[in-house]
C-alpha cells in the first residue's frame, strides 16, 4: 500500500449534512464541527470578522497607496474573504489603496467541495467564480492570486498556521485578524503558545482580531501577547464572541525600524568592503506615494517587474537598448512547465512554485489583455531526467501530477513515448503577445536606449543614458541578464550558455505530438498566422557570446530529440526550411536568479536577473517579490527563500 507521504496536504474530508432550510452545508469529518452556520452563515460572517474589526469604516478611509493587510487563521470555504472582498468593492476609496489577504489552511476543501459550499451563497458567485478559477492545488507554501482589476491580493498559505506564519516577512504588518480554525475543544493543537506568538510578531500598534471563540486558552495566549481581549455579545442566538485590539509593541522583525541609517550619496560602480551576506529587509520610508521606477532590461524580467509595479500604481519607466524581448525571452513560444522534484523539496523549489503561480499569472493577464498569451496544453515529461522516484508521483496532487503508463501517454501523445507524467497546468506562453498586454499598460512607457551608469544621491537615482539626458527616479531595477555584472559590480560574472530553438513550418503528413513534450529539451507543435509549426528546444552550447542561429544547434536539438523519442526524430523532414534563434542563458553559480535590494537596506538600486532557462516560470512569482519589497508588503515567499533569492548573498558576491 503507498505511505503517505508527511509533506502532503490532505484535502479536507467533508460530511454534507441538510440543515432545518433544506440547504446541505459542510461539516468536517475530521474536526467534526460547521464551517459555516446553518441559518444565515454570511451574515453571522460578516457580523463577527468584518463588523467587529470596523472593517467598513477602515477601509472606506484608506490613504492614497496604504495597503490593509487581513490575517486569517482557517480559510475554509473563503466565505470570510469572499465577504470582505464584497464589502471592499463596495466602501474602497477611489484611488491606489490595496487590500491584501493573508489566509492559511491545513486541510483545504477540493475544488468540487469549495464550489458547492460557495453555491450557497448567490450574492457571492461572480466573487465565487473567481476564486475557483484561481484556486492553487493543494500543494505546501504560498499560493499568491492577484485580482488586480479590485486592488486585491490573496495568499493562501497552505500548511499548519502556525508554521506558515513563522515563514511570513516584509515590511509591513497585519491590520486585522479573524481567528476561524476551529474552537479549541474541537482543535486544541493549532491554540498554542506558537501561535499566539506570531499573532504577536505579525501584530502593530492598534492590528484588531476578532474570533467565535471565547474559551480561556485564546483569552489568555491573546492577553499574555499583548492584546487587550474584550467578550461582546455573538452572532444571533450565540452569547458570546472575542474582539482583541493589539496594543504592547514588542516585535521580532516586523515592521523594522524606517531610516536609521544615515543619508549617503554612492557611485555605482562603487566599493564596498564587507558585504552583508544575510536577508535584510530594506528600510524605505517612502513606499506610500507614487513611485517613479526605472527598469532596465525589456526582456521577461523586466516586462514583468513593470506590470506587478504598475498594478500598484506607480510610474515605470522601462529601458532597453534594443527592443522589448530582444534577446533570450523573445523566443516565439516559451514553454511553462515544472522541474519535477519530490514533494518535500516542493517549498523550497523556485521552479515548481513559480510555475503554478505563472499559469495563474498569465492565464488572468491573458483575459483581462484579450490577447492570446497562454495556451493551456498540459505536457508529458518523459523522465528522461530523472529527478524523482516514480513511487512520488502518487504524492502529487492529480491537478499537478499524474503517472501515466506508456499505452496511456501514447495515447495522449500520439506518438510512442514510454511511461511519463502528466502535467495538466503546463503550456505555452505566445512571448510577443505578453510583451504588448505589458506594454499597453497606462502606467508603463518604453525607451530604446542605452544605460551608460547611474548613482544613488539621497533619495533618488540618477541614472545616464546614450541617447537622453540623465533621469532621475526614485528606484532603479536592473534585469540586464549577463550586462548585470557590469553595472553591479559586486555580483560574480553569472555563467552562461547559448540555448537556441528549432522550428519550422509543418503539413499534415508529420507525424506530431498532441501536446509538447518534456525531455532533456522539449518539443511542441504551435500556429502562427494559420501555418502551423514544429518547434524543439534548446541547445546547450557553454561559454559562448556568439547568438546566430546555427546549423550544428539544429542538429543538436533534433539529437535530443532522438534520444527520446526516436519515432518523432525520424520522421523529421530535415530538408525543410529551418529556423532558429538563439539567446544567452545567464546563472549563478547556485543556479538560483538574483531578486532583491543590491547593497545596503536603504539603497535604491534592485535587481532581477540570471533566470538561467526558467524566465517565464520565475519572472511571475518574483516580480511580486520584487515589487512587495519596494512597497514594504508582506511578502509572498518564505524567509529561507528569500535568504536564497538575496542579490548579496555570499554564492554570487565579490570584494572589491
Ligand atoms: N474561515 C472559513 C470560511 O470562511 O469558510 C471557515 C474556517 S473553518 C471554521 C476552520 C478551518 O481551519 C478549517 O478549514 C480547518 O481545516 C482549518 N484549520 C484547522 N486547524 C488548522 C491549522 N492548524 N492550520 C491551518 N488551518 C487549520
Redesign the pocket.
Known amino acids: 500500500m503507498h505511505q503517505q507521504n508527511p509533506h502532503c496536504i490532505n484535502t479536507?474530508d467533508i460530511i454534507w449534512q441538510t440543515d432545518d432550510l433544506g440547504q446541505a452545508v459542510p461539516i468536517?469529518s475530521m474536526?467534526g464541527?460547521v464551517?459555516?452556520s446553518k441559518t444565515d452563515g454570511l451574515a453571522e460572517?460578516r457580523y463577527v470578522f468584518l463588523q467587529h474589526n470596523q472593517l467598513a469604516q477602515r477601509f472606506s478611509t484608506l490613504a492614497d497607496y496604504e495597503t490593509f493587510t487581513i490575517g486569517?487563521?482557517?480559510?475554509?470555504?473563503?466565505?470570510?474573504?469572499l465577504a470582505t472582498w464584497q464589502l471592499w468593492q463596495q466602501v474602497r476609496p477611489d484611488n491606489h489603496s490595496r487590500l491584501h489577504i493573508i489566509t492559511?489552511?491545513?486541510?483545504p476543501l477540493c475544488q468540487t467541495d469549495l464550489q458547492r459550499a460557495l453555491d450557497c451563497w448567490q450574492e457571492l458567485t461572480p466573487l465565487a467564480k473567481q476564486l475557483l478559477a484561481n484556486y492553487p492545488p493543494p500543494l505546501a507554501g504560498c499560493h499568491r492570486l492577484n485580482f488586480f482589476a479590485d486592488r486585491l491580493t490573496l495568499d493562501i498559505w497552505l500548511g499548519?498556521?502556525t508554521d506558515s506564519l513563522a515563514q511570513i516577512t516584509g515590511n509591513s504588518h497585519i491590520n486585522a485578524w479573524f481567528l476561524?480554525?476551529?474552537a479549541p475543544a474541537c482543535?486544541h493543537?493549532?491554540w498554542a503558545e506558537q501561535l499566539f506568538q506570531q499573532l504577536q510578531r505579525l501584530s502593530g500598534e492598534n492590528t484588531t482580531l476578532s474570533t467565535f471563540s471565547v474559551a480561556s486558552v485564546v483569552k489568555h495566549g491573546l492577553t499574555h501577547h499583548g492584546f487587550s481581549v474584550k467578550k461582546v455579545k455573538g452572532f444571533g442566538k450565540k452569547r458570546e464572541m472575542l474582539t482583541a485590539v493589539f496594543l504592547a509593541n514588542i516585535q521580532e522583525n516586523l515592521p523594522i525600524e524606517l531610516n536609521k541609517k544615515p543619508q549617503y550619496i554612492h557611485k555605482y560602480p562603487r566599493k564596498t568592503k564587507t558585504i552583508q551576506p544575510s536577508f535584510t529587509l530594506p528600510t524605505l520610508s517612502d513606499n506610500t506615494k507614487k513611485l517613479s521606477i526605472a527598469i532596465v532590461g525589456a526582456g521577461v524580467a523586466g516586462l514583468s517587474c513593470a506590470y506587478a509595479l504598475a498594478m500598484r500604481g506607480h510610474k515605470i519607466t522601462l529601458i532597453d537598448k534594443t527592443a522589448p524581448l530582444a534577446e533570450a525571452s523573445g523566443n516565439p513560444r516559451a514553454f511553462l512547465a515544472p522541474k519535477l522534484t519530490s514533494l518535500q523539496r516542493m517549498t523550497t523549489n523556485l521552479h515548481a512554485i513559480g510555475y503554478l503561480a505563472g499559469s495563474r499569472f498569465y492565464q488572468n493577464l491573458a483575459k483581462q489583455s484579450n490577447l492570446a498569451i497562454f495556451q493551456q496544453t498540459g505536457c508529458l515529461d518523459l523522465l528522461s531526467h530523472n529527478r524523482i522516484e516514480l513511487s512520488e508521483v502518487n504524492d502529487f496532487p492529480m491537478a499537478f501530477a499524474q503517472l501515466r503508463s506508456a499505452t496511456q501517454a501514447e495515447n495522449l501523445a500520439g506518438v510512442p513515448t514510454g511511461e511519463a507524467i502528466f502535467l495538466e497546468k503546463a503550456g505555452l506562453i505566445h512571448t510577443q503577445n505578453f510583451a504588448k498586454a505589458v506594454l499597453t499598460e497606462k502606467n508603463i512607457q518604453f525607451i530604446q536606449d542605452e544605460l551608460l551608469d547611474f548613482y544613488q544621491q539621497n533619495h533618488h537615482v540618477i541614472l545616464n543614458f546614450t541617447h537622453q539626458s540623465h533621469q532621475v527616479f526614485d528606484h532603479v531595477i536592473i534585469c540586464t541578464a549577463l550586462d548585470t555584472c557590469q553595472f553591479l559590480p559586486n555580483i560574480r560574472p553569472f555563467n552562461y550558455s547559448r540555448g537556441q530553438v528549432s522550428w519550422f513550418a509543418i503539413s499534415s503528413n508529420h507525424l506530431l505530438p498532441k501536446l509538447p513534450l518534456k525531455y532533456g529539451g522539449y518539443c511542441t507543435c504551435f500556429d502562427e498566422n494559420k501555418q502551423a509549426y514544429f518547434l524543439m528546444g534548446a541547445s546547450f552550447v557553454r561559454d559562448t557570446l556568439d547568438t546566430t542561429a546555427k546549423e550544428a544547434d539544429h542538429l543538436m536539438n533534433i539529437e535530443t530529440l532522438k534520444e527520446a523519442v526516436p519515432e518523432l526524430a525520424n520522421n523529421l523532414n530535415v530538408s525543410t526550411s529551418w529556423h532558429g534563434r538563439a539567446g544567452l542563458r545567464s546563472q549563478t553559480v547556485d543556479y538560483l536568479p538574483l531578486v532583491g535590494q543590491v547593497g545596503s537596506a536603504n539603497s535604491r538600486v534592485w535587481t532581477f536577473s540570471a533566470l538561467g532557462s526558467k524566465g517565464y516560470a520565475y519572472a511571475p512569482i518574483c516580480s511580486e517579490l520584487l515589487a512587495g519589497l519596494i512597497c514594504g508588503e508582506i511578502l509572498p515567499l518564505g524567509k529561507n527563500m528569500l535568504e536564497r533569492l538575496y542579490p548579496n548573498r555570499k554564492s554570487v558576491t565579490k570584494k572589491i
Open positions: 479536507a468536517s474536526f464541527d464551517y459555516f460572517s486569517e487563521i482557517g480559510f475554509g470555504t473563503g466565505l470570510n474573504i492559511t489552511e491545513k486541510f499548519d498556521a476561524d480554525g476551529f482543535n493543537e493549532l
